[in-house]
């Protein structure tokens, strides 16, 4: 065992590994862009119309998001 692995350079098989992580991070990354691509391309038009048309910053949006919860209690509470 000790004759195969002074055969092998170490930075050698760092490399490969590196490589091949990167190939496989790739190929994820690709998968899940192309899945994703129509909702992304869905959500960029949205924000855009808000901006554009009503004037409406994405921080703004932002904003809402973040306070979506006391939003819809506020919704649903019995009128008094």
Known sequence: ???FSGLIDA?????VGAIATVV???RL???LFSQ???TLLA???VLLVLEFIFGISPREVWFEISHLPQ???RL???LA
Do not use: C, G, H
Not at 11 to 15: P, R, S, T
């Open 1 to 3: 065992m000790d004759n």
């Open 11 to 15: 930075q050698l098989i760092l490399l």
């Open 24 to 26: 496989l991070v790739s």
């Open 29 to 31: 990354a690709f998968r």
């Open 36 to 38: 994703e691509s129509k």
């Open 43 to 45: 959500l960029v038009t």
């Open 71 to 73: 939003a819809i209690a």
């Open 76 to 78: 649903t509470q019995p």
